[in-house]
């Protein structure tokens, strides 16, 4: 069974909107990273946080955790069309991960 | 080149061939992961190698499916007796250590016709 599952499955927003997607997970972990990924292939990491953080920021990213609701957010601000992509969070060191979040920005 | 890098990048083959999946993982890395994803899907863990043994293989989904990493670096994936349920991207992972930051490969397209 998977771990992680993101939520909303999809997002349309404009450019400079934020967009904030979650993840929610079953068990207890370690940590739980975020990814990106554009046409099906290789997944590109954003942030990794780990069970003792709460939050976490790089760049336009920031991303939180509550061990307590098992879940996670990941939020994005001001952005970009480049930013279209489908956003995956992987919980735990086998990563398990979801069925994703596909985001659009349309310019 | 100092990501993950794996070959073939593309791989079509007949249902009942063996296939060999390769990946070379970012040098230094202790930890190396597989994971196969199904198109519209994420990522689906399949085995993970800390050095040379395989630490967890509970994602392998039956005996066709077998890994090795003999030194400690490459990785090779092996599928005996292809089914066209196979098809999917291969993924490759490495970490320096456990439970650090995964870093993929961009995958091999395993189609079996």
């Known amino acids: 069974s998977q771990q992680g599952e993101e939520d909303p499955q999809a997002l349309s927003i404009q450019e400079g909107e934020n967009a904030t997607m979650n993840c929610s997970y079953k068990?207890?972990?370690?940590?739980l990273q975020w990814y990106r990924q554009n046409s099906g292939r290789g997944l590109v990491h954003l942030i990794l946080?780990?069970?003792?953080?709460r939050e976490k920021h790089s760049g336009r990213l920031r991303v939180t955790l509550d061990t307590s609701k098992k879940s996670s957010s990941l939020l994005i601000t001001a952005s970009r069309a480049a930013d279209t992509a489908s956003y995956f969070c992987?919980?735990?060191?086998?990563?398990?991960f979801g069925g994703g979040t596909r985001l659009m920005v349309k310019p | 080149g100092a990501g993950v890098s794996q070959t073939p990048s593309n791989k079509v083959t007949e249902k009942g061939k063996y296939v060999e999946l390769r990946c070379d993982p970012i040098?230094?890395?202790?930890?190396l992961y597989w994971y196969r994803q199904s198109l519209g899907q994420g990522p689906e863990f399949l085995i993970y190698?800390?050095?040379?043994?395989?630490?967890?293989d509970s994602g392998l989904p039956n005996d066709r499916f077998f890994a090795v990493r003999p030194e400690g670096s490459v990785s090779t994936l092996k599928i005996q007796r292809t089914e066209r349920g196979d098809s999917a991207v291969y993924l490759c992972?490495?970490?320096?250590?456990?439970?650090?930051?995964?870093?993929f490969g961009p995958g091999t397209r395993l189609t079996v016709l």
């Open positions: 992987g919980a735990g060191n086998m990563l398990t």
């Open positions: 068990t207890s972990i370690n940590n």
């Open positions: 040098s230094g890395h202790t930890a």
């Open positions: 946080i780990r069970s003792n953080e």
């Open positions: 992972a490495s970490s320096l250590i456990p439970g650090n930051e995964q870093f």
């Open positions: 190698f800390q050095g040379t043994g395989a630490a967890d």
